[in-house]
Nanobody
Framework: QVQLVESGGGSVQVGDSLRLSCEAS????????MGWFRQAPGKERVFVAA????????YYSDSVRGRFTVSKTNANNTVYLQMNSLKPEDTAVYFC???????????????????WGQGTQVTVQA
């Protein structure tokens, strides 16, 4: 059974940084796109970032491009999200996701079937 477990969330001040981690188990994800989504209170879950199965390409939402960096370590089935220059509007529950199919593209992460983590809260205080 596939499990994705996020860690690294917390409460920070505007301008601070956080690094989220997500470790996948129950399968091998070296050939799968992995990424991050977030859901703010009262809003839908939206795409944040994704990285290609071979880590050669990454794709970001406009709201985080230039501030967030997604990376992936195939050796331990882990995907990271480095978040810098955090803003209050970044406050949300952040969910890790893995494409269920191998050899997908980061740009398609919003529409493909995915495995999901349980989420980790990030709060940015003004």
């Amino acid at each position: 059974q596939v499990q994705l477990v996020e860690s690294g969330g917390g409460s920070v001040q505007v301008g601070d940084s956080l690094r989220l981690s997500c470790e996948a188990s129950g399968g091998t994800f070296s050939r799968h796109v992995m990424g991050w989504f977030r859901q703010a209170p009262g809003k839908e879950r939206v795409f944040v970032a994704a990285i290609g199965w071979n880590s050669k390409t990454a794709y970001y939402s406009d709201s985080v491009r230039g501030r967030f960096t997604v990376s992936k370590t195939n050796a331990n089935n882990t995907v990271y999200l480095q978040m810098n220059s955090l803003k209050p509007e970044d406050t949300a529950v952040y969910f890790c996701a893995a494409d269920r199919r191998p050899h997908g593209t980061p740009q398609a992460m919003g529409v493909v079937p995915k495995h999901w983590g349980q989420g980790t809260q990030v709060t940015v205080q003004a």
